[in-house]
Structure formats: C-alpha cells, structure tokens
C-alpha cells in the first residue's frame, strides 16, 4: 500500500494531511529564496515528501494556488519521473537499493548486495557531493532554478560534508540546496550556519491517527505511541516489526532479576540491533518520564510494569542510562557480532537494578 497518493486535480493532496500549515509557511519564502534550506523534524513525518513536492513547485511551468505544482505540465513529468534535467537527488545509496520509505534512517534498511556484489553505502559518499558540479556548471533547461535535494544530512561523512560545505560557501547562481535531517544537531555546525532553518511540525495526534486508519492500520493509537507520535514510522513500524520479538523483549526488561541473557541474545540475534536498542531507549525513556513526571510516552500499555520497575531506580541512575543507550545507538549498526552486543546491551541494563 502507498503511503502517499495524490489527489486527482488537487495537488494540495500531494503533502500529507497535517503539513498544510507548514506548507502555508513556506510559501512566505518563495519570493527571495534563500540558497539553501534545511528541512528538520522527527523521523517519519514525511520531511522527504514535503521537500519534493517543494521541489516539484518551484520547477514547475504552472504552478496553482496555494503554490502547489500543477502536475500536468512537462517540467512536472519529468519531475515525477525522476527525469527534470534541473533537479538532482542525492541520498546513501542503500536508500536506491532497501525498499524502505525516504523518512527512514539507512540503517533501518536490509544490508543487501549491490550489483557489484558490495554491501551499499549508508553515507553519502564525496563522490556524490563532487559529481554535481558538472550539474551546477551547465545552464539550465528553461533558464530557471536548478535544484539539489540532499538526505539525510547528516549521513554525510566528514569528506562529502566538507566537500558540500564548499559549494554552500560559494552557490552557484540560481541554485537551491535542500537537505533534509532527523537530526541537524550531527551536521557540522558552518553548514547549519549556511542554511535556512525550516522545521516540519510534528501532526496533532487526531490527524496522525485519522491517516493511520485510513491507510488500514490496526491498533493504530498504540504504533503511533509507540513510535513517538510519528506516522510514516507507525505505519512502517505496524507492517514490519516483529510484534513477538518486542513483547518478548519488554517483558524481559520488565523482569530485569529473572532475564536469561543467554538464550535471550540467541533468540534475539537476527533481529536488527538498531531495533532492539530502540526498543531499550524507548522504555528507558518511559521509566525516567514516569519517574519524573508520571507520564508514559511511547509503552502506555506497559505503564504497570514501568511503574514497578521505575519505583527501583533513582533518577540519576536512569538519565545515565539514557546516555549509555545512546551510545550504544551510536555503535550499533557497526556490531561485528549481534549476540555478543544483546549480551552486553542485557548485562548493562540488568546491571542498573545491582
């Protein structure tokens, strides 16, 4: 099922139901358009969509009220086709390769071979950056904008960073840069400084719940939950994840006097890492919510066994732990031997209740 679909003679159904606002906001910048514009929000809120029908607009011959392209002249053609002689997308190659959604992180993708038989790129790599200026040094096709659409930034390696920082610092005319990002806090700070900040909103809980049930998402209030309020990741969450991996994993959590770590990272060994930590950040998140607070974000049908096991821990201890599951967040992806990061990631958690 698509998770976006245009309305017929309406392109204001090209964004997705909560992002008319946002668009709105972003009209007030198309009369002096900066060089670059950074698109920032929570995962899985469809930054990449509404960057591309942006995109798709300011190329467009036509464009129809509200700024929305029109999506029956050539340059939208081209546009939809991949095929605008004015438009470049740049994005890790593993993006080509998973078919998983644009919102996600790379690493959330299967490690498939390329046609080369090596496992695809989760960065952007400088070749990519360095392969635009023979794009940037032609002359447009109809003396109008060219534009290049870069996510997720901040996969950018240190090399490809340095490299697009350069092209920031000195545009070349009629040019739009728009990077997309989960998380502007990892891009070197000169190219925040050289772009215009744009933040998407995160959709009020009754639009993210309405699209959910209209695209057939069973039990959707609690995906939605469970994914932080973001839709694309609820959905994309509610068709892929192992439901009986999570359930068995937070009971243990739940249970930290009584977890076989052992045979658990057995059980758990194929299951991807940067999932299992999510899992464990988000509940971390929830104890040390429910410790200070009392509120349950992200598991509020676990909220009895949260209370049981947050009434064990001082707060103190539970913002060290959120900062010890970010770092293994960091690593994780990079684990050599999935059993043995299970282990570890159990021990250190079971750990906390010593």
Same mark, same amino acid.
């Given at each position: ?13 090209? &964004? ?20 670059? &514009? ?5 995962? =899985? ?25 029109? =999506? ?14 004015? @438009? ?10 998973? %078919? ?36 940037? %040094? ?8 060219? $534009? ?16 697009? *920082? ?7 005319? =009629? ?11 990892? *891009? ?28 057939? $998402? ?34 243990? +959590? ?9 045979? $658990? ?32 974000? @992200? ?27 970010? %770092? ?11 059993? +043995?990061? &299970? ?12």
């Amino acid at each position: 099922m698509s998770l976006h679909c245009l309305v017929a003679n309406d392109m204001s159904g090209a &964004i997705y139901p909560w992002q008319h606002q946002d668009w709105d906001r972003l009209q007030r910048l198309r009369e002096r358009l900066p060089h670059a &514009i950074l698109f920032h929000g929570a995962q =899985g809120i469809g930054k990449v969509a509404f960057a591309e029908q942006f995109a798709q607009s300011v190329l467009c011959d036509m464009p129809v009220n509200g700024g929305f392209a029109c =999506g029956s002249c050539a340059s939208c053609g081209w546009f939809v086709q991949y095929g605008h002689p004015d @438009y470049r997308r740049v994005r890790p190659e593993i993006l080509d390769t998973d %078919n998983i959604e644009d919102d996600s992180e790379p690493e959330e993708g299967a490690r498939k071979k390329n046609a080369s038989g090596k496992t695809p790129s989760k960065e952007i790599r400088i070749e990519q950056v360095r392969s635009l200026a023979g794009f940037m %040094n032609v002359s447009t096709h109809r003396s109008g904008l060219r $534009v290049v659409l870069l996510y997720p930034a901040e996969t950018l390696n240190s090399a490809s960073a340095n490299a697009l *920082l350069k092209t920031l610092e000195e545009p070349p005319p =009629g040019t739009l840069f728009m990077l997309v990002s989960h998380r502007p806090d990892r *891009l070197l700070p000169t190219i925040l400084s050289r772009c215009r900040k744009f933040s998407l909103s995160l959709p009020l809980a009754e639009d993210a719940l309405n699209w959910l049930n209209d695209n057939e $998402v069973s039990d959707a209030r609690q995906w939605l939950a469970l994914n932080g309020g973001a839709p694309l990741a609820a959905y994309s969450a509610a068709q892929d994840e192992s439901a009986s991996d999570r359930e068995l994993f937070l009971g243990l +959590l739940a249970k930290p006097d009584a977890v076989p770590v052992l045979s $658990v990272a057995e059980r758990l060994q194929k299951t991807p890492i940067p999932l299992l930590v999510a899992w464990q950040q988000r509940w971390l998140y929830d104890l040390f919510s429910l410790k200070l607070s009392g509120r349950v974000r @992200y598991y509020p049908q676990q909220h009895a066994r949260l209370k049981s096991v947050a009434d064990r821990l001082s707060a103190d201890r539970l913002q060290q732990a959120l900062r010890d599951a970010n %770092n293994q967040r960091a690593i994780a992806d990079h684990s050599l031997s999935p059993r +043995l990061f &299970i282990e570890d990631m159990l021990l250190a958690y079971v750990g906390l209740f010593d």
